[in-house]
């Protein structure tokens, strides 16, 4: 079954979700599509914070990670947006902090997490958090 994306829009942020299995060898282009679809919804609901539980199966390269990181202002992502991801599939969680030092230093703000209340606590406290109540709620 390839890449699905569903949503549910909240009062204060969007939850999207991806299920489904990764196409070896197009998980690069997979990305680059579903966080286009993401953004575009966040921009039409006016939406910065995002909820994205990431259920997608596979292997999931660092180099197309790396690869998204670059693209993701192209692909809509703002300074504002504030995104938690849920990762529950080891692949997505083995190059995690790479690309939050990589994505903090463009000035975007994500951060991955195994829990949905600790993702949902994260994303919903104010912009000028804590460093060290979000080291608690991420993991590793």
Same mark, same amino acid.
């Given at each position: $079954?390839?890449?699905?994306?569903?949503?549910? #829009?909240?009062?204060?942020? =969007?939850?999207?979700?991806?299920?489904?299995?990764? !196409?070896?060898? $197009?998980?690069?282009?997979?990305?680059?599509? =579903? +966080?286009?679809?993401?953004?575009?919804?966040?921009?039409?609901? %006016? $939406?910065?914070?995002?909820?994205?539980?990431?259920?997608?199966?596979?292997?999931?390269?660092?180099?197309?990670?790396?690869? =998204?990181?670059?693209? #993701?202002?192209? #692909?809509?992502? !703002?300074?504002?947006?504030? #995104?938690?991801?849920?990762?529950?599939?080891?692949?997505?969680?083995?190059?995690?902090?790479?690309?939050?030092?990589? $994505?903090? *230093?463009?000035?975007?703000?994500?951060?991955?997490?195994?829990?949905?209340?600790?993702?949902?606590? +994260?994303?919903?406290?104010?912009?000028?958090? *804590?460093?060290?109540? %979000? =080291?608690? %709620? *991420?993991?590793?």
């Amino acid at each position: $079954m390839p890449l699905e994306l569903s949503h549910r #829009i909240h009062p204060e942020y =969007l939850e999207v979700e991806v299920n489904g299995q990764r !196409t070896l060898g $197009m998980e690069f282009e997979e990305s680059i599509s =579903l +966080w286009s679809n993401v953004f575009s919804i966040s921009k039409k609901q %006016d $939406m910065q914070n995002i909820l994205a539980h990431n259920r997608a199966q596979g292997k999931f390269p660092v180099k197309a990670q790396i690869n =998204l990181s670059f693209k #993701i202002q192209e #692909i809509g992502c !703002t300074p504002a947006h504030r #995104i938690a991801v849920i990762a529950y599939n080891g692949e997505v969680t083995k190059n995690s902090q790479l690309i939050v030092r990589f $994505m903090q *230093s463009k000035n975007y703000t994500i951060q991955f997490f195994k829990n949905k209340e600790k993702a949902k606590r +994260w994303l919903l406290r104010e912009k000028k958090r *804590s460093k060290i109540l %979000d =080291l608690l %709620d *991420s993991f590793d």
